[in-house]
């Protein structure tokens, strides 16, 4: 953790830690501009709320960029300048860029979903390594708390498109960062290939499992009439994790009734529209 804090440090003015509950209470290295904002297991989306709010209230004048990281997230040692030059580019060439990604995360390069001249946009990314602008947060606001910790980020991404903003990837912008407890389904002890491909998938808890579905659902029910790209894509893909899951993972009943549970919570989810005004 403290290395991936100090080659961020080096980038950027301040790094704001926010320990949301750790057992063991998060110190950073004393020769590191750091904020440490201590919170009590309030979920990823108020942990980050936090944090950029902070961000805000002590640069008012500033030509602020936000980024957001994970603990487990390293960027390569020009990334945030890399994520400024491409949301700067694309602003200036019209591309309507609210908000930056990396080109590859964690050795997977990000799927492009569209562009604009030279600049590509992204839909489904990761929040850790997510780069934007004031005026990206005062249009669109701050994260969903009601959404705890997945899909997050892609119920941002939405809001932003509705807006007629988007995501630029970052050319040369690279993070190593891990999705999930990565695994190999096996058969007789042997790895399953797909040609030369060898099968993984992406194995989490059960808690995890329920606020994948039912977040999942949720976002759907928002954005169905203007997210379809990423309900098509999104699903499938988790479809086939879920499958995955449940016949070679461990835990499978589990899996099985954090799937129901989650289900049932979105479909039933009640939830006043999304702020959208500025924060």
């Not at 944090?51 to 805000?56: D, L, T």
């Not at 606001?141 to 941002?156: C, M, S």
């Not at 040609?195 to 976002?219: A, E, L």
């Not at 928002?222 to 499938?236: C, I, K, P, S, V």
Request: overall charge neutral; aromatic content about 8%.
């Amino acid at each position: 953790f403290n290395q991936n804090v100090l080659v961020i440090a080096e980038q950027s003015t301040v790094v704001v830690v926010v320990d949301d509950g750790s057992t063991v209470p998060v110190v950073v290295p004393t020769d590191v501009n750091a904020i440490v904002i201590r919170t009590t297991n309030l979920g990823l989306g108020a942990a980050l709320n936090r944090g950029v709010q902070f961000a805000k209230d002590s640069y008012p004048d500033s030509d602020l960029y936000v980024a957001t990281f994970d603990q487990d997230s390293r960027p390569s040692t020009d990334y945030l300048a890399r994520s400024v030059e491409a949301i700067e580019s694309a602003k200036t060439g019209g591309a309507g860029a609210g908000a930056s990604c990396a080109e590859s995360l964690g050795g997977r390069p990000t799927k492009s979903v569209g562009s604009h001249g030279p600049h590509m946009y992204a839909l489904e990314i990761a929040q850790s390594g997510m780069v934007f602008p004031r005026d990206t947060v005062e249009q669109v606001g701050l994260f969903d708390e009601g959404l705890f910790i997945d899909a997050i980020d892609t119920d941002y991404v939405l809001r932003m498109n509705e807006l007629g903003l988007n995501v630029v990837i970052a050319e040369g912008a690279i993070m190593d960062h891990e999705v999930g407890d990565v695994r190999t389904p096996r058969i007789f002890g042997r790895p399953i290939q797909i040609g030369s491909r060898t099968v993984r998938y992406s194995y989490h808890s059960s808690t995890r499992r329920f606020y994948i579905t039912r977040n999942r659902i949720i976002i759907l029910r928002r954005y169905w009439r203007t997210g379809w790209r990423w309900m098509t894509q999104d699903n499938l893909r988790e479809a086939r994790t879920l499958a995955l899951c449940i016949v070679f993972g461990p835990r499978r009943a589990s899996q099985l009734r954090a799937f129901f549970r989650g289900a049932i919570a979105g479909i039933r989810w009640r939830d006043a529209p999304p702020d959208r005004t500025s924060v």
